[in-house]
C-alpha cells in the first residue's frame, strides 16, 4: 500500500531554514509527481510546491516562490522540500502528497518559525 512519511519539521527562527524529508514507499515512485501542502491552524490546506515524476519541471505558490526548493530522488525514493528566509507565515504542518489513482498524504510534520 502507498505510505508516506514526513521527517525534518522543527522549531526554527525567523529567518532560519529546514529541509524536509518524504519517504515514499508502495507504488512506482518515479512514475508520478510528488507535491509537498501545509495547513496552517484555521485555514485551509495549500499547495506549495509540485514537481514532475523526472524531476524536469517544480511550481511553487507565489508565498514561497525564491525561497522554497522542491526537489527528489528516485533512487532513494525520497521527495525534499529545502525551506529557506523562513517566516512566521510558514508555520503550519507540512504533509507529502502523490496522486496514485486515489490521493495520498503522510501524517505531516509540523513547522514552527518564532518571530
Known amino acids: 500500500q502507498v505510505q508516506l512519511v514526513e521527517s525534518g519539521g522543527g522549531l526554527v527562527q525567523s529567518g532560519g531554514s529546514l529541509r524536509l524529508s518524504c519517504a515514499a514507499s508502495g507504488f512506482t515512485f518515479s512514475a508520478y509527481a510528488m507535491s509537498w501542502y501545509r495547513q496552517a491552524p484555521g485555514k485551509e490546506r495549500e499547495l506549495v510546491a509540485i514537481?514532475?515524476?523526472?524531476?524536469?519541471?517544480?511550481n511553487y505558490a507565489d508565498s514561497v516562490k525564491g525561497r522554497f526548493t522542491i526537489s527528489r530522488d528516485n533512487a532513494k525514493n525520497a521527495v525534499y522540500l529545502q525551506m529557506n528566509s523562513l517566516k512566521p507565515e510558514d508555520t503550519a504542518v507540512y504533509y507529502c502528497?502523490?496522486?496514485?489513482?486515489?490521493?495520498?498524504w503522510g501524517q505531516g510534520t509540523q513547522v514552527t518559525v518564532s518571530s
Open positions: 502528497s502523490a496522486r496514485v489513482g486515489l490521493s495520498f
Open positions: 514537481i514532475t515524476g523526472d524531476s524536469g519541471r517544480a
